[in-house]
């Protein structure tokens, strides 16, 4: 979660939803989520310009996309520099030299190391890595592409950093993003708001969301990450809230607005995010009852104007 200017971008992405219809230590960096709002907004936006896009992998260059892909990260060694002109795979880079990383972390939770491990096999499966599917690639009608080694290619081009990072698998990593959304009818205007977590690894301002686990729903996480990060409630207050969530969360009052890949500073060339955004409207009622409680990996829990 890596949220630069939360506050307008937020509203902007919530705004955005309400037009189209009713978002630490190496495990729980690679275990979090995608990267909240303002990337979210930023790649919900960006999406849209067709124009960007050709056949192959590594040509979807958008302005302002793939910036955090070859920024630092705390857990990570220096990227290699890659400048926006060799970003795009089919651009000849023959000076280029990727510093290899893969947190120990990761290997550690293998799942050929431990049996429930979360983490691929160091050595990447080309079919366990076509079943997961691309939600960028299938969006574009494009193919996964692998490099010499049989590693995939990020979809956005290079970064400076090969293997996986903290990332626990090779290719795309799902994560689901609820974008919870109320208009405050208490206040002047009945301003709309939305339900953002400030990060207890980071300090930054985020959606609360999290990774899809294998065989798990993407609206199943939703709603379980949005309990863990939002309702640390009391246990005497546990089935008020659990009912509340399953209103919220029905399948009816979800709406998809995004879905792809996510420009994040966890990327690498050859394990990257990917997510799904999806909006929920609390009902005036709903919204007034709901209550906020932080949890997991959040400090703090607000509605934000």
């Known amino acids: 979660w890596r949220c630069c200017s939360l506050p307008r971008t937020c509203l902007l992405a919530a705004h955005m939803c309400l037009w189209w219809g009713p978002s630490r230590t190496a495990e729980s960096s690679s275990r979090t989520g995608s990267a909240g709002a303002g990337l979210l907004f930023t790649n919900m936006a960006m999406s849209a310009n067709k124009e960007a896009l050709s056949g192959t ?57 431990k049996v429930e491990g979360w983490a691929d096999s160091a050595v990447p499966s080309r079919e366990l890595i076509e079943q997961r599917r691309s939600y960028e690639l299938e969006k574009n009608g494009l193919s996964m592409q692998y490099d010499a080694q049989g590693r995939p290619l990020n979809p956005a081009g290079r970064t400076g950093l090969c293997n996986r990072g903290t990332l626990g698998k090779w290719g795309p990593n799902h994560a689901a993003d ?69 209103e919220l969360f029905s399948e009816e009052n979800g709406k998809e607005v995004y879905r792809g890949y996510v420009d994040d500073p966890r990327n690498t060339d050859n394990a990257w995010m990917e997510t799904v955004a999806m909006r929920f409207h609390c009902p005036d009622e709903l919204g007034r009852m709901l209550m906020l409680n932080a949890g997991d990996d959040a400090c703090e829990v607000q509605w934000l104007e």
Not at 63 to 85: Q, S
């Open 57 to 113: 992998v590594g040509e979807m260059v958008f302005p302002g996309l793939h910036i955090k892909a070859r920024a630092k990260h705390p857990a990570y060694p220096e990227r290699f520099p890659v400048i926006d002109e060799l970003v795009p795979w089919s651009t000849p880079a023959p000076g280029y030299s990727p510093v290899d990383y893969v947190n120990s972390n990761v290997l550690a939770n293998s799942c050929d190391v």
């Open 178 to 246: 609820p974008i919870v959304t109320r208009r405050n009818i208490d206040k002047k205007g009945q301003p709309l708001e939305v339900v953002v977590i400030k990060r207890k690894d980071t300090g930054e301002w985020a959606i609360p969301g999290g990774m899809v686990d294998s065989g798990e729903l993407v609206s199943q996480t939703l709603r379980r990450e949005f309990a863990e990060e939002a309702g640390n409630v009391p246990t005497h207050e546990r089935a008020k809230f659990d009912a509340m969530a399953a």
